[in-house]
C-alpha cells in the first residue's frame, strides 16, 4: 500500500505595501529558485517550515499556541527572505542594524528567540491577520500545512531578496496585476497564491479576511481541482501507481466551449466519482466534452476511461497513439488514432492547439502535446514532477526514450511541464537537462562495468546502484537491461550466445 506523505507545518506572509491603494493593494511577490526540488520557479509568497526555535519565541496577545509559533515562523521566514522585520520596537533599528541582525540570524551565531530578546522586539499577533491554512494535495511528495498571514509591510523598511538562495527575485505589484500575468500564461502559482490574488484584487474591504476564508480549502480542506495555469485543470486521482507517487494527474483542457480529458487513471470508485463531478461543472458551464485522449497504455492512467465514458455517454471518443490502442484492445476501445505532429483544436476561445508528439521510450505508442501559444507542455510519464521514470524494456526503450527527451528540449519555448504525476514544473529546460544528463550518467556507469567484466543486469546493479535500496534491484535490473540494449544498438556493448553482455573489441 503506497503511503501519502504526512504535511509539514510551514507558515507564509502576504506582504502589503506601506499606505497602498486600498483598491487596488499591492503585495511582495517572489519568484522561487529554479533550483529548488518544491515549485522551484513558480511565484509565491514569502515563507517556510517551521523551525524547531520557533516555539520559544513569546507573541504578545496570541490566544494560542498553535498559532503563536506559526506567527513567529511566519515573522522570522519573512525576515530572512526579504528582510522586513515585523516586530514592535524594531522601528527604532537601521536598515544596517536589520542587516547586521540578519546575519548573525542566518550565520546561526544567534537563534531567532534570542535575537528578538536581545534587542528589545516583539512579535505581536495583532499585526498578523490570519487568512487561512492550506494542505498541499496527496499528490506532492512534499507537502505542507501552510499558514497564510496577512501583513503590512512597516514604514520605512525595504522588501528585498538577495536572489542567492531559495529565491530568484522579488518585486511589489498589485494584486490584479499579478493575477493579469497568470491570466496571460506569464506565470505559474498554486491555488492559495491565485486565491490571495484574486481576493485582494477585489480591494481592502471591511469583509477581507471572510473572504479569504470563504473557501473551504482555506481551511485546510486539500483543493481537488489545481488551476496552475489558466484553461488547464490538474486533477490528481489516487491510483495503485509506483512510489512514491500515489496519485495521477488528469488534465481537464477547457476553454469557453470544449473539453478535452487527457488520462483519466483511476480504477477506484471513489476517484472516478470526484472526477465525473469536475467534468459535470464544467460542462454545466456549457463546454462539451470533445474527447478523452491517453498519453500511453500504462494501467495508472487508462484506470478510469471506461467508467467516464459510461458516465458522460458512449458518444464520448477515446483518442490515442496507434501502438497504446493495440496494447489496449480487448480492456479499453480506442476509437480514434492520433498521428505524430497531428494539431487538435479546440473550439471556442482562447485558442488552444495541441500539437501531438509521439514520444517513445517508457511506453512505446506514448504521445506529449505541446501548446505552442503558451508553452505548455504535457508529458505524460516521460518527464514526471515526482518520483522516476521506469524504462522497462520491452515497452520501455532507452535509445528511443534519450531521442524523445531531446526532442522535448528542442522544443523552443516550453514553460511548463504538465507530467503525469506530482506537481507542475516551472522550471521546463533543466528538468530536461536534469533528466538527460541523469541517463547519460547511468549509461557511462553501466559501460564502465562492463568494461570491468560485469556481465549481467544483476552484476550491474550491484556495482553501479549502490545508492538503491536493496527492494529496487529487480526495477533497476530492468532501467540496465534498457541501458545495455541501448549500448547493443549502438555496437559498444554485444550479448552472447549465453546471454551475458561484454564489450564489442
Ligand atoms: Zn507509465
Known amino acids: 500500500m503506497n503511503s501519502v506523505i504526512t504535511p509539514k507545518d510551514a507558515a507564509a506572509v502576504i506582504l502589503l505595501r506601506h499606505n497602498t491603494n486600498p483598491r487596488d493593494p499591492e503585495v511582495f511577490l517572489v519568484r522561487r529558485s529554479e533550483k529548488l526540488a518544491f515549485l522551484g520557479g513558480f511565484h509565491a509568497f514569502p515563507g517556510g517550515q517551521f523551525d524547531e526555535m520557533d516555539a520559544e519565541a513569546p507573541v504578545e496577545n496570541c490566544p494560542n499556541a498553535e498559532t503563536r509559533v506559526a506567527i513567529s515562523c511566519a515573522a522570522r521566514e519573512l525576515f530572512e527572505e526579504t528582510q522586513v522585520l515585523v516586530a514592535r520596537g524594531g ?108 481576493t485582494l484584487a477585489d480591494g481592502l474591504t471591511d469583509d477581507l479576511d471572510k473572504r479569504f476564508l470563504a473557501s473551504p480549502n482555506a481551511l485546510r480542506q486539500p483543493v481537488r481541482r489545481i488551476e496552475f495555469r489558466p484553461n488547464y485543470i490538474c486533477f490528481p486521482v489516487r491510483t495503485p501507481t509506483r512510489p512514491p507517487a500515489t496519485h495521477t494527474n488528469c488534465y481537464l483542457i477547457y476553454n469557453s466551449a470544449e473539453l478535452l480529458i487527457i488520462d483519466p487513471g483511476s480504477a477506484y470508485e471513489d476517484e472516478q466519482q470526484a472526477l465525473a463531478a469536475c467534468v459535470d461543472s464544467l460542462v454545466a458551464e456549457g463546454k462539451s466534452v470533445g474527447e478523452i485522449i491517453l498519453t500511453h497504455m500504462h494501467p495508472d492512467h487508462v484506470g478510469g476511461v471506461n467508467a467516464l465514458r459510461a458516465h458522460l455517454g458512449e458518444s464520448v471518443r477515446v483518442a490515442a497513439h496507434r501502438l497504446t490502442a493495440e496494447s489496449l484492445a480487448g480492456s479499453v476501445s480506442v476509437d480514434r488514432q492520433i498521428e505524430d505532429d497531428e494539431v487538435i483544436r479546440l473550439e471556442g476561445s482562447p485558442e488552444i492547439a495541441l500539437r501531438a508528439m509521439h514520444t517513445p521510450g517508457h511506453a512505446r505508442g506514448h504521445l506529449c502535446f505541446y501548446e505552442e501559444r503558451t508553452g505548455t507542455l504535457i508529458s505524460g510519464d516521460n518527464i514526471v514532477g515526482l518520483g522516476s521514470v521506469l524504462i522497462d524494456p520491452p515497452e520501455g526503450n532507452m535509445r528511443e526514450y534519450l531521442q524523445s527527451l531531446e526532442r522535448m528540449r528542442a522544443l523552443l519555448n516550453v514553460s511548463v511541464i504538465f507530467g503525469g504525476h506530482g506537481p507542475a514544473i516551472a522550471n521546463p529546460y533543466s528538468k530536461l537537462g536534469e533528466y538527460i544528463a541523469h541517463r547519460l550518467e547511468r549509461e557511462q556507469n553501466i559501460f564502465q562495468a562492463v568494461r570491468e567484466g560485469a556481465v549481467s543486469p544483476k552484476e550491474i546493479v550491484a556495482r553501479v546502484y549502490t545508492d538503491v535500496s536493496p527492494k529496487a534491484h529487480a526495477l533497476a535490473e530492468r532501467a540496465v537491461l534498457a541501458h545495455l540494449e541501448k549500448l547493443v544498438d549502438e555496437k559498444r556493448v554485444r550479448k552472447t550466445r549465453e546471454g551475458l553482455f561484454v564489450l564489442v573489441k
Open 91 to 198: 522601528e527604532a533599528l537601521t536598515q544596517g542594524q536589520r542587516a547586521s541582525l540578519l546575519d548573525d540570524l542566518q550565520s546561526a551565531r544567534v537563534s531567532w528567540p534570542s535575537l528578538l530578546k536581545h534587542y528589545d522586539l516583539h512579535l505581536d499577533a495583532g499585526d498578523f491577520t490570519f487568512v487561512g491554512r492550506w494542505v498541499t494535495p496527496p499528490f506532492s511528495a512534499r507537502r505542507f500545512d501552510t499558514w497564510f498571514f496577512l501583513v503590512n509591510s512597516p514604514r520605512k523598511q525595504h522588501a528585498y531578496v538577495s536572489g542567492d538562495a531559495e529565491l530568484a527575485s522579488g518585486e511589489w505589484i498589485a494584486a490584479g496585476a499579478a493575477l493579469a500575468r497568470w491570466q496571460r500564461s506569464e506565470i505559474l502559482a498554486v491555488p492559495p497564491v491565485l486565491h490571495a490574488l484574486k
